[in-house]
């Protein structure tokens, strides 16, 4: 079991930044590619970001691209997300998410529909 607990969430002006962090538990984070999703009202939750299990490998979806940036520190448990140029396009609730197979890659998870351990969401809210 892994629970995930994000922070970081809030409220900023369209083309602010913002940082999401989520701290994870268990002895197994370091084998797990990690991801964050987000959902927008009346939206189906879709893929951000994910990064592989050294960290040394990212993805992201394209509408994000060159403006978040993952990241995660293996020593401390935890996995980041960096948000510049935000939009009001990006106002969602943020979910970090685990894949409940270690042998899941940080590439499929942007393909996850399900089979993920999720925390319970940060909401970002980005006025124009």
């Known amino acids: 079991q892994v629970q995930l607990v994000e922070s970081g969430g809030g409220s900023v002006q369209a083309g602010g930044s913002l940082r999401l962090s989520c701290a994870a538990s268990?002895?197994?984070?370091?084998?797990?590619?990690m991801g964050w999703f987000r959902q927008a009202p009346g939206k189906v939750r879709e893929f951000v970001a994910s990064?592989?299990?050294?960290?040394?490998?990212?993805y992201y979806a394209d509408s994000v691209k060159g403006r978040f940036t993952i990241s995660r520190d293996n020593a401390k448990n935890t996995v980041s997300l960096q948000m510049n140029s935000l939009k009001s396009d990006d106002t969602a609730v943020y979910y970090c998410?685990?894949?409940?197979?270690?042998?899941?890659?940080?590439?499929?998870?942007?393909?996850?529909?399900?089979?993920?351990?999720w925390g319970q969401g940060a909401q970002v809210t980005v006025s124009s």
């Open positions: 268990g002895r197994t984070f370091s084998s797990r590619a």
């Open positions: 990064i592989s299990r050294s960290g040394d490998d990212t």
């Open positions: 998410a685990a894949p409940v197979s270690s042998l899941a890659t940080a590439q499929a998870m942007g393909r996850m529909t399900s089979g993920a351990y």
